[in-house]
Antibody, heavy 118, light 107 residues
Framework: QVQLVQSGAEVKKPGASVKISCKAS????????MNWVRQAPGQGLEWMGL????????SYAQQLQGRVTMIRDPSATTVYMELSSLRSDDTAVYYC???????????WGQGTLVTVSS | DIQMTQSPSSLSASVGDRVTITCRAS??????LAWYQQKPGEIPKLLIY???TLQSGVPSRFTGSGSGTDFTLTISSLQPEDVATYYC?????????FGQGTRLEIK
């Protein structure tokens, strides 16, 4: 069955970077795209960007341009999202979500809590 | 950017009630709309895509409709396990955007 397993919770100081992994299994990796979505405490869902798992093509949300990087490793069927220059308002649960192209997320990772605090 | 506006932001209904949630796009998006359910403490779950296609395994009491700018999610007979926050999502082009969510409670 489809599984997306994310790395564990992180605590970071303001200004630091965080890198989250999303290990995929149960499907043909290169047939899909991977979205990253975050959710601040008590808030709604915010799309961060997506990566084409076949060719590595990416699109980032404008408000994160310059701070976010998404890469994929097909040999490890793993996707990574790195967010730099962390601020307190980056505190959120971060999700990877599989999609076919620019489409809906049919399977989601379990989420990774990132806490940014001095 | 296309904005997605849900209404109401919260609602309370009784078990067995018919419940409707609305999502409006600031520009036409054809049928490029999905609905998700997020129960407290859980990850989002896909309910409907392409505005009206029920995801496999989702109970048939959930239906989606609409095209262009106006969309609805209807629960035909509310069940206690439907307590959740519901989000619409526009896709198909950058940026992908979510509605602000509708919190559904049982009276």
């Amino acid at each position: 069955q489809v599984q997306l397993v994310q790395s564990g919770a992180e605590v970071k100081k303001p200004g630091a970077s965080v890198k989250i992994s999303c290990k995929a299994s149960g499907f043909t990796f290169t047939d899909y795209y991977m979205n990253w979505v975050r959710q601040a405490p008590g808030q709604g869902l915010e799309w961060m960007g997506l990566i084409n798992l076949s060719n590595g093509g990416i699109s980032y949300a404008q408000q994160l341009q310059g701070r976010v990087t998404m890469i994929r490793d097909p040999s490890a069927t793993t996707v990574y999202m790195e967010l730099s220059s962390l601020r307190s308002d980056d505190t959120a649960v971060y999700y990877c979500a599989r999609g076919r192209g620019w489409s809906w997320g049919d399977n989601w990772g379990q989420g990774t809590l990132v806490t940014v605090s001095s | 950017d296309i904005q997605m506006t849900q209404s109401p932001s919260s609602l309370s209904a009784s078990v067995g009630d018919r419940v409707t949630i609305t999502c409006r796009a600031s520009q036409g998006i054809s049928n490029n709309l999905a609905w998700y359910q997020q129960k407290p403490g859980e990850i989002p779950k896909l309910l409907i895509y392409s505005a009206s296609t029920l995801q496999s395994g989702v109970p048939s009491r959930f239906t989606g409709s609409g095209s262009g700018t106006d969309f609805t999610l209807t629960i035909s007979s509310l069940q206690p396990e439907d307590v959740a926050t519901y989000y619409c999502q526009k896709y198909g082009s950058a940026p992908i955007t979510f509605g602000q969510g509708t919190r559904l409670e049982i009276k």
